[in-house]
């Protein structure tokens, strides 16, 4: 196996996981500018936050249709073209609507990012390194964080239309991802079991499982006729109902964990902590590095110690950090730099559990044939979670206070620990057509 090409592969698609970072979190910088400079209402600024977050939906939705009829990679070379016009469409924006429809487009090309991504990556990987290279992705989201907080920082501070700079810097990497895509090949298993090109398939499996190529060839295709049988080819099937369980659970669990609102609304966040405009921004920028060294930590343990492991460490955290975010508010104790600790040791935990294990989690769990159905289903359950949640965020806080907000986050992640310890099987070292081994209701 050449080990540098499958991880030249990975690392180019796992760009796509920079932009759906980048993307993600750079409206944060901007939101307060772009809600004074059109006079917005609360509703309007709501919908502006959250249009992304529905147009991640309506990807995520979508996600497998494409993925499986034009291929992974005809597929990321949509996503990359949705994140450039996206980037250039907010830059230069004269309305309101304008922009509204822009965003929607780049929140199409996170949710398709996030459905195509992660397959096309678990699909090119060595068992025994695909939570690393999977992970890759998610390493590369939080990086696309990291500097759009870097990014709003510092052209936070040029002038009035600064958010029209944030938004639109994001041109750049896109257009770098579109030309990179070029020198990747589509995905053995879509060539073999979408197009029945053996000899093409066989071609790309040789740089990856070297000898073992042939064999691992027979495998997917006795695996696949097995699956027929068994009733896999079809998503909600009763062979398939444990995975489904299991990547709907795990989706809706990251997001009530709150880590959207955080990175969605940092700053204010920070602010309702007492800090100034300034330092709120920079307190965002802490944040923003702390996810990713964690993350990066999380993805060199992850085939290590397993998906499972990490997940139980990351829960107790969890409900440990947020307790104390909701006590802060409670006893109205949020000056000096208390919240922000709490808060970096939730996106410690979050980043060495939940961000690092999610999609390496669900793009191994469901068999071949429905891998990008799965995918989707457990994307798009993730994605309208988030919009829910982003959207209602600034209500609920204003209803019910930072502390009991926070209160809620922590008694969901009891929950999490609950799904961790009796349903979530443990997935590290295992082949993807051996995966339905670790199915206990399978």
Do not use: C
Not at 244 to 273: D, H, K, T, W
Not at 376 to 394: C, D, Q
């Amino acid at each position: 196996m050449n080990k540098n090409t499958v991880l030249a592969w990975s690392f180019v698609v796992a760009l796509g996981g920079f932009l759906f970072g980048f993307d993600t979190a750079v409206i944060s910088g901007a939101e307060k500018a772009v809600q004074q400079f059109w006079s917005l209402t609360e509703f309007q600024h709501g919908l502006t936050m959250a249009i992304a977050l529905i147009g991640t939906v309506v990807g995520a939705a979508m996600g497998a249709y494409p993925s499986d009829r034009l291929g992974r990679k005809t597929t990321l070379f949509l996503v990359a073209a949705l994140y450039f016009f996206s980037a250039i469409g907010t830059a230069f924006a004269q309305d309101w609507n304008t922009f509204i429809i822009f965003r929607f487009l780049g929140g199409i090309g996170v949710g398709v990012s996030s459905v195509t991504a992660p397959i096309y990556i678990s699909e090119i990987s060595p068992a025994k390194s695909r939570g690393k290279l999977v992970g890759l992705f998610q390493f590369n989201v939080v990086f696309g964080i990291l500097v759009a907080y870097i990014s709003n920082y510092f052209i936070g501070q040029t002038g009035d239309e600064s958010w029209r700079w944030m938004l639109g810097v994001q041109a750049l990497p896109a257009l770098i991802f579109f030309i990179l895509i070029f020198f990747v090949p589509e995905s053995p298993r879509w060539l073999l079991l979408h197009r029945n090109k053996r000899e093409e398939a066989n071609a790309i499996m040789q740089k990856v499982s070297g000898e073992d190529a042939e064999r691992e060839i027979q495998q997917i295709l006795e695996n696949q006729q097995e699956g027929k049988v068994k009733g896999e080819s079809r998503l909600f099937s009763k062979a398939n109902r444990f995975p489904v369980i299991l990547a709907v659970l795990f989706a809706v669990f990251n997001q009530v964990s709150g880590i959207n609102a955080i990175i969605y609304y940092a700053p204010r966040v920070f602010e309702m902590a007492g800090l100034g405009g300034q330092s709120s921004l920079l307190s965002t920028v802490g944040i923003g590095i702390v996810n990713f060294v964690f993350t990066l930590i999380a993805i060199n343990f992850i085939d290590k110690v397993g998906r499972r492991k990490l997940m139980f460490i990351g829960s107790f955290g969890l409900i440990a950090s947020l307790s104390l975010v909701a006590y802060a508010f409670f006893s109205g104790n949020t000056e000096g730099i208390a919240v922000t600790i709490y808060l970096m040791f939730f996106i410690a935990f979050f980043a060495f559990s939940q961000g690092a294990v999610i999609w390496v989690f669900i793009s191994e769990i469901f068999p071949n044939e429905v891998r990008a159905k799965g995918q989707t289903l457990g994307s798009l359950t993730h994605w309208v979670m988030a919009a829910i949640i982003t959207f209602f965020f600034p209500a609920l806080t204003e209803l019910l206070g930072g502390g009991y907000t926070f209160m809620i986050f922590a008694g969901f992640m009891v929950l999490q620990l609950i799904y961790v310890w009796k349903l979530m099987p443990e997935t590290k070292g295992k082949s993807l057509e051996n995966m339905s081994d670790t199915m206990p209701l399978h």
